[in-house]
């Protein structure tokens, strides 16, 4: 591989890093305007990772944010394996606020396709 492609492939990289710290930030945006309070956002275990989660009322949301061209695409981009890994990391979330482990458990997600538009928000996904 040439160092020109490496080059393109590490800015590519670095787009995808970007789009997806825009998309983050903008479900965030989202969901406090529908009245979430936001916990964490990218809560990382060795067991999986949650982009955000958040609470509204008696519910604790797990919510996975996909930035992709469709909803569509989006839709498809999120596989079983993944939707176990979100799982195992809420339960290693909860696992550490035992104060929430009452509260309802749902798994969300959120498809970005625009920068200017409101996300996709599809609740109780999985």
């Known amino acids: 591989m040439t160092k020109v492609s490496k080059n393109k492939l590490k800015r590519r990289r670095q787009l995808a890093v970007l789009k997806g710290a825009i998309a983050e930030s903008l479900a965030v945006f989202y969901l406090r305007l529908k009245g979430y309070r936001i916990l964490a956002r990218r809560f990382k275990r060795p067991v999986g990772e949650i982009d955000i ?74």
């Open 53 to 126: 989660i958040a609470c509204k009322g008696k519910t604790l949301v797990a919510a996975e944010v996909k930035s992709r061209a469709t909803v569509e695409e989006a839709l498809h981009s999120i596989h079983t394996k993944q939707r176990r890994r979100i799982s195992r990391a809420m339960e290693a979330f909860i696992a550490g606020h035992p104060d929430m482990d009452r509260l309802d458990i749902r798994f969300d997600v959120l498809l970005v396709t625009s920068f200017v538009k409101f996300p996709v928000h599809l609740e109780n996904a999985w």
